[in-house]
């Protein structure tokens, strides 16, 4: 079964930084891309950045130059770096993966339970 396992959030004072991990574990034939959604209090689900399997990186606007994504392969990892934070930064942060379990099965999207990031000022 597959599974994508976050860690990393918590609280930090604004202007601080965290680093999320992700690992896509279980039974994977193929891993595609991976990224990094949020969802504040209140608000829809949004993209904050995601990475190709060839390692190819796209960011919403908002955490572009604070944020970096990158990915360990061999491990199945994607890491989300977040520097400067701000109080808006606040979110639960969700993992994704595109990717196929079986060489029969196409690939779909996975998702993560989510880890919670405060921001206080």
């Known amino acids: 079964q597959v599974q994508l396992v976050e860690s990393g959030g918590g609280l930090v004072q604004a202007g601080g930084s965290l680093r999320l991990s992700c690992a896509a574990t279980?039974?994977?034939?193929?891993?595609?891309?991976m990224g990094w959604y949020r969802q504040g209090p209140g608000l829809q689900r949004e993209l904050v950045a995601t990475i190709t399997s060839d390692g190819s990186t796209n960011y919403a606007d908002s955490v572009k130059g604070r944020f970096t994504i990158s990915r360990d392969s061999p491990k199945r990892t994607v890491y989300l770096q977040m520097n400067s934070l701000k109080a808006e930064d606040t979110a639960v942060y969700y993992c994704n993966a595109d990717l196929s379990p079986h060489w029969s099965v196409g690939s779909m999207d996975y998702w993560g339970k989510g880890t919670l990031v405060s921001v206080f000022s």
């Open positions: 279980g039974s994977i034939f193929k891993l595609n891309g």
